[in-house]
Nanobody, 124 residues
Framework: QVHLVESGGGLVQAGGSLRLSCAASRGTFSSYVMGWFRQAPGKEREFVAAMRWSGDITRYTESVKGRFTISRDNAKNTVYLQMNSLKAEDTAVYYC?????????????????WGQGTQVTVSS
């Protein structure tokens, strides 16, 4: 069973940057899609970004395009979410997720494995 552990969350001022990491283990990731989701208080979990482990295709939700970048380090079995120009509305718990198969779905129900989440707080 795939095991995912996020790190890198914290408190940052608006306009600042953070890089989240998701260390993956106990699986063969070459055929997986890795995703980042977030959930703000009182709101549903929403899609942020996804990529094939091969790195050839990525997908972002509109509100983070041009500010967030998803990437991976194959040697470390780690996926990253670089977040720049952060806004107060980016405040949420961020979750890493994984699914088998090539499709970069944005629906959380399509993902099979989840990390425990890491809090990102952006002060305005």
């Amino acid at each position: 069973q795939v095991h995912l552990v996020e790190s890198g969350g914290g408190l940052v001022q608006a306009g600042g940057s953070l890089r989240l990491s998701c260390a993956a283990s106990r699986g063969t990731f070459s055929s997986y899609v890795m995703g980042w989701f977030r959930q703000a208080p009182g709101k549903e979990r929403e899609f942020v970004a996804a990529m094939r482990w091969s790195g050839d295709i990525t997908r972002y939700t509109e509100s983070v395009k041009g500010r967030f970048t998803i990437s991976r380090d194959n040697a470390k079995n780690t996926v990253y979410l670089q977040m720049n120009s952060l806004k107060a509305e980016d405040t949420a718990v961020y979750y890493c997720a994984a699914k088998s198969g090539p499709s970069l779905y944005s629906a959380s129900r399509q993902y099979d494995y989840w990390g425990q989440g890491t809090q990102v707080t952006v002060s305005s």
